[in-house]
């Protein structure tokens, strides 16, 4: 597949989740953090997130503007049998083709679900728009589909774990980034310029710095390196450790 | 404030979210489901959620992006002291506007951090774009701030939720969408079709179904009912009732 990015060994993702229920809160979303961190683990980078409410339009604008500048868009949600499912149809809208029933989709509903019991709205769980190549769904057989660079998944996240790594095989993915995690034991503000200062020396390497607060704890910070080089990633840590003795003594004087 | 929405008693948002640490999976936001909760309690709909990497051009373009189509924007993240905190340099540049330390910011940093240890670092915290007003932080002072209509809040959750609960007073709200939530008892399929039929019946009530799975209980459908009509929302908890009534007796036949 031909990557949107220049860099080599780099191929990164879009997350678009659809529906209603996550923007009024009703629903907490698990489904972002999974293909995070999953991503991560892959050598996939994913570089946005975005959530739209179940409105065609915002459907079919958010997935063009996405599919254009990243190499995957995996979307999650509105691929069910009810009225406000409209994830597929907006889809096949977005890349400008036909949908329809697809007989192997059907196929694949019917070993779940007795031929009686297939009326029309379940047959909706089929329509896959044309081009569509299937991802497989082992918990509830309604599958997803891959368009192009873009992967429709359930919402439901036991359905969408399952999706996903029936997706995995056939994605293309890059050199996986390393990390690594130091607990400063300071306040940000006692490092932060010597840590900016590292940050210009290793260009290569992205450090970030992540306070946290827990009531009965106080503040920590957490510093994380990651890189593609190993070597450039324990240069840096070793810069940071140095760093951080350097900044400890200097207090305690 | 003027909204941007036509619709009366309707005021929008739209959050954005700062962070390599989201899209990386280190960090689960739990900052989205906070403000979409509140949100949907004080009559202001949240129509569209973003996640950017700590990248100035990406921030720059999300927030201008957002803050053209909605009536509030509410971002979190990277407003500390250290290198990979840009967020408050990339919304001053979003508004053209100039960012420099602002005394009123450093008043209230003063109440937390002794003179000495005032740092540079530390008064990159108070570096406020010109017009910002400021959001107050009863967790550990360094403010956030409001610029137009964009308001810019920690990462942190406990400090976030603090600000946000500072900013509420001086947020314009529309009517408050009340909700109503059925427990199906069937399967999606099942109902849909005549649900899609209840839906025509009354486009001023968004219906929506949520299908879940739990590994031990198996699956289960929540209907959820919102709108801004109590009386419309009630007769169309009663249309939607009484169908699954009807469907849950055929099925029994």
Redesign the interface.
């Known amino acids: 597949m031909a990557g949107h990015t220049a860099e080599t060994g780099v191929v990164t993702a879009a997350v678009l989740?659809i529906g209603?229920?996550?923007?009024?809160?009703?629903?907490?979303?698990q489904n972002?953090?999974y293909i995070?961190?999953?991503?991560?683990e892959l050598g996939i980078?994913?570089?946005?997130?975005?959530?739209?409410?179940?409105v065609e339009e915002?459907i079919v604008a958010a997935v063009n503007a996405l599919r254009g500048r990243y190499d995957h868009v995996f979307t999650t949600g509105g691929i069910?049998?009810?009225?406000?499912?409209i994830t597929a149809d907006a889809i096949a809208k977005a890349f400008e083709v036909d949908i329809d029933v697809d007989p192997r989709a059907v196929a694949l509903l019917k070993q779940r679900?007795p031929e009686g019991?297939l009326?029309?709205?379940?047959l909706?769980?089929a329509r896959i728009p044309a081009g569509g190549e299937l991802i497989e769904n082992s918990?509830?057989k309604a599958p997803g589909f891959s368009i192009g660079n873009v992967h429709v998944m359930a919402g439901?996240?036991?359905?969408m774990h399952a999706m996903f790594e029936a997706l995995v095989p056939r994605l293309a993915k890059g050199t996986r980034?390393a990390?690594r995690s130091i607990e400063a034991g300071l306040k940000?503000?006692?490092?932060?310029?010597a840590?900016?200062a590292i940050?210009r020396d290793f260009p290569d390497v992205?450090?970030?710095?992540?306070?946290?607060?827990d009531?009965s704890k106080g503040?920590a910070t957490t510093l994380?390196l990651?890189a593609r080089s190993e070597p450039r990633l324990t240069a840096a840590e070793k810069a940071v450790r140095a760093m951080l003795d350097r900044v400890r003594a200097e207090l305690r004087a």
């Open positions: 989740v209603d229920e996550i923007l009024s809160g009703r629903t907490k979303d972002i953090a995070a961190e999953r991503s991560t980078d994913l570089r946005e997130v975005r959530v739209v409410p179940d915002e069910g049998p009810t009225h406000d499912d679900i019991d009326n029309q709205a379940r909706r769980m918990v509830s439901v996240p036991a359905i980034i990390s940000e503000g006692d490092f932060a310029t840590l900016g940050q992205a450090i970030g710095s992540y306070p946290s607060f009531a503040f994380v990651r």
